[in-house]
C-alpha cells in the first residue's frame, strides 16, 4: 500500500508542476492571444461590480 501511495503523490506532485509551468508559459507569452481577447471583449479583466450590484438594487 506505501507504493501505491508514493507513486500518488509523484503524480500529484508532478501534476501540480506541470500545471504551474504552463500556466507560466501561457500568461507570459501570450500564447493564445484570442482567448485574452476574448476575456476583455466580456469585460472579465475589469473589475467592477456596480452594474451587477445596481440591478439587484432594481429588483428588490
Known amino acids: 500500500m506505501k507504493i501505491v501511495e508514493r507513486w500518488m503523490i509523484k503524480i500529484v506532485i508532478c501534476h501540480v508542476l506541470l500545471l504551474l509551468f504552463f500556466q507560466f508559459i501561457f500568461g507570459q507569452f501570450q500564447v493564445m ?6 476575456t476583455f471583449y466580456e469585460g472579465v479583466n475589469h473589475q467592477n461590480e456596480t452594474p451587477i450590484m445596481e440591478t439587484w438594487k432594481k429588483n428588490q
Open 33 to 38: 492571444k484570442d482567448l485574452q481577447r476574448i
